[in-house]
């Protein structure tokens, strides 16, 4: 595996991991590698230099944001998580359920296959993508 840090045509900087450089630029190439910030595919690798470790540099949780806009969306998935039900795999059915008239409205989410959030959106049943995978609830 090998990290490396990349530009888009916008000036947006952002890493990525890749299984090596030739997969790099073969994903790259077939339009594959989007920015993380804007989702343009125009990106291009920034000059890295080794990382050798000497001791002396603390070492960074992972827990903690890289930038911010990964504690945005960090923000945004605790509100989502704090203040709504997790459907799960059913959103489709309970966003329809409640939009008819069968349930009582509430804020959910959950997940739903491409073909299940058109069907929604056509119905006219107030649905958005979320900008991360909800974490699965398993026993």
């Given at each position: ?18 299984k090596?450089?030739d ?18 595919v125009?990106?291009?690798k920034?000059?890295?230099a080794?990382?050798?470790s ?6 960074k ?20 998580e ?9 959103f ?6 409640m ?15 491409s ?13 958005a ?5 909800p ?5």
């Amino acid at each position: 595996m090998i990290r490396y840090r990349l530009t888009c045509d916008q000036d947006h900087g952002f890493e990525s991991w890749f299984k090596s450089s030739d997969a790099f630029d073969k994903l790259n190439a077939s339009g594959m590698v989007a920015c993380s910030v804007c989702g343009s595919v125009k990106v291009t690798k920034d000059l890295m230099a080794p990382a050798v470790s000497q001791g002396t540099e603390e070492a960074k949780p992972l827990q903690r944001p890289a930038s911010e806009v990964e504690a945005a969306l960090a923000a945004l998935r605790r509100q989502v998580e704090e203040n709504s039900e997790y459907v799960g795999l059913n959103f489709a059915a309970e966003a329809r359920a409640m939009h008819e008239g069968e349930r009582p409205h509430r804020s959910i989410y959950g997940e739903a296959r491409s073909d299940e959030a058109r069907k929604l959106i056509e119905e006219g049943v107030p649905v958005a993508p979320l900008p991360f995978m909800p974490a699965r609830k398993v026993n």
